[in-house]
């Protein structure tokens, strides 16, 4: 049974309901839901609120669980806000296996470090990448084309990724 | 924008691919020997390698290796503007683009508030027939091509073309429609589309026929895939498999049945299972899927309800080329379109719709701009892959020529 206290916030957008939980209970939140029947993990993502002056964000950081009770057919968003460099959140790859590769991405997309994830690589983009491009700080357009004379003068600049 | 800025995490992040331990003794008195299956092997439809920990000829460790098709659509999709979007979703899982449209589609129209006519719903379930169609035609082509029969590419092949002929009849694009798009369709089906929809929907049952007395009963065929590549329902649900997958281990869950979008529910048809939980279970299943689809087409056809494609909403669709003679007031609207597109309210949104492979779902998220601030794609290939070490477990390597066809990844959706 997940209890009110670990819910922040709550409401539906667009048809869709959601709550919010503090990210340091997104773990604890999302084991009490899966116990209460919201056994599938539709999908886990991270939306970049840089500069999104349409609300208040707490944090620019949002993590966003989209889970779905296959016997009532209902869904639930849970978003949890993060912050810090790197932004961190306790990975729930043990509780919803297909997290797994879901997190590898949020982690090669938005560096949104997931402690204890057993394997925590990049996983879309090669090894060495430099940036986590789905930040809206990162530019469109401006990457150095690969296996360039630049990219080969870009890419020994680093000491790793 | 490097971690290096930050606290040092390198402890928690993995250094990349590893290769397995050398000089693991085996079960047959061996070493397991470590090689890479693709990513340029013609069995793993696409860029896909996989990293094989081989005891002999058995499979003892599997781990895919992603990412040779990543070509940033989610972040293309934020630098432009929302009516633009439908192009790129085109691209993602290139065997089955309507479908994709319609995911983006949907979920556009509810986060602006709209209904689209009955008319443009109807097309939209024809244009994701025709196009389940056209992708299990692929697949059945090339897993036949795979397993030792080759006719059945030139003869799927055949009727894929048929649908490209329509594609490109009622949008002018054969593969990359972009036909279904926010507040209704791109065109209205012409009478000709209309005919040659006719003529197909009455040809395709004699040639799935047809198919099946080249397989299903096909010696070669059922040694290669009956016990092969086993999932459980348990593990299948785990795993989160959605799509053929999942009803191939005898789970009827289908987004068409148990989350109604687009008018689904309107519709009479069955959702194929199989509780054989195998490569062949699954091959069944989308022949079944085959036949239902041309059902559905049947009453799509005959139901076609008359009336108008598009919302009628100048705010979000322009308004038709004669107006812009006559009216200003449409001129202005055609310009601020294609100037600046359109605004959507604030909120986010995650609408799925199920496509040849399982839950193809987008998430939107709208900051009040004239372009989205996250375009997410659920993938069905990219959860659908991660199943392929259970599967392929303890099976010799040309079995996984068999699994990794029948799990049916398009890697293209995989990498986005």
Redesign the interface.
């Known amino acids: 049974m997940i209890v009110d206290s670990l819910i922040v916030d709550r409401g539906v957008s667009a048809g869709d309901a959601w709550i919010t939980v503090a990210s340091e209970n997104a773990r604890d939140a999302l084991s009490a839901l899966k116990g209460d029947g919201y056994q599938l993990l539709v999908f886990l993502t991270c939306v970049d609120h840089l500069a999104d002056r349409s609300r208040d964000w707490p944090a620019r950081y949002e993590l966003v669980y989209q889970l779905r009770n296959l016997e009532t057919r209902e869904q639930l968003r849970v978003r949890a806000f993060v912050d810090g460099d790197p932004p961190r959140i306790d990975s729930v790859s043990d509780l919803f296996p297909p997290a797994n590769w879901d997190e590898r991405e949020t982690y090669d997309m938005f560096g949104i470090v997931f402690t204890g994830h057993p394997d925590l690589t990049r996983i879309l983009m090669p090894d060495d990448w430099v940036g986590h491009p789905l930040r809206r700080d990162y530019p469109v357009g401006g990457e150095v084309v690969e296996f360039s004379e630049e990219h080969e003068a870009w890419r020994t600049a680093p000491e790793k990724a | 924008?490097?971690?290096?800025?930050?606290?040092s995490?390198?402890s928690?992040?993995?250094?990349?691919?590893t290769i397995a331990k050398t000089g693991e003794p085996g079960a047959f008195g061996g070493e397991l020997l470590t090689i890479n299956f693709g990513p340029h092997h013609p069995s793993t439809h696409g860029v896909l390698r996989l990293i094989v920990d081989l005891d002999g000829e058995q499979v003892r460790r599997l781990k895919p290796v992603?990412?040779y098709l990543?070509t940033?659509i989610?972040?293309?999709a934020?630098?432009l503007r929302w009516q633009q979007v439908v192009v790129v979703t085109d691209r993602h899982d290139y065997l089955s683009p309507p479908i994709n449209n319609l995911a983006y589609a949907l979920a556009v129209e509810?986060?602006l508030?709209v209904d689209v006519p009955p008319r443009a719903e109807a097309l939209r379930v024809i244009m994701s027939e025709l196009t389940r169609l056209s992708s299990h035609l692929v697949w059945l082509g090339t897993s036949g091509i795979e397993l030792g029969a080759s006719t059945m590419l030139m003869y799927c092949f055949r009727e894929r073309d048929t649908i490209l002929d329509m594609n490109e009849e009622i949008s002018g694009f054969r593969m990359h429609t972009s036909y279904i798009r926010p507040g209704g369709v791109m065109a209205d089906a012409t009478p000709r589309f209309l005919e040659m929809l006719d003529r197909f929907i009455a040809k395709m049952p004699s040639n799935i026929d047809e198919y099946e007395d080249l397989l299903t009963m096909n010696p070669i065929f059922r040694s290669r895939t009956i016990g092969i590549g086993r999932l459980p329902a348990e593990d299948a649900?785990?795993?989160?498999a959605t799509g053929p997958m999942l009803r191939g281990s005898g789970v009827a869950?289908d987004l068409r049945r148990?989350?109604p979008y687009s008018g689904y529910e309107n519709y009479d048809f069955e959702v194929a299972t199989s509780d054989l939980c195998d490569c062949y279970g699954r091959y069944l299943v989308r022949i079944k899927e085959m036949r239902e689809a041309v059902k559905i087409l049947r009453q799509a056809l005959d139901r076609l309800p008359d009336g108008p494609v598009n919302i009628d909403d100048r705010k979000v669709l322009p308004p038709p080329r004669e107006e812009l003679e006559t009216s200003m007031e449409a001129v202005i609207h055609h310009f601020k379109l294609f100037t600046e597109g359109y605004t959507v309210p604030?909120?986010?949104?995650?609408v799925?719709v199920e496509s040849g492979r399982g839950?193809n779902?987008c998430?939107v998220?709208s900051?009040?701009?004239h372009k989205p601030?996250?375009v997410?794609f659920?993938a069905a290939s990219?959860?659908n892959?991660?199943p392929l070490e259970r599967m392929a477990m303890n099976h010799m390597v040309a079995d996984m020529v068999a699994i990794i066809g029948t799990a049916d990844a398009v890697l293209g959706d995989v990498?986005?």
């Open positions: 924008m490097a971690d290096g800025a930050g606290e995490v390198s928690e992040i993995g250094q990349g691919i992603i990412g990543h940033g989610e972040k293309q934020e630098a509810r986060l508030g649900k785990v795993l989160g869950w148990s989350m604030p909120g986010d949104v995650y799925a839950e779902g998430y998220v900051d009040g701009t601030r996250r997410k659920r990219f959860v892959l991660q990498d986005r």
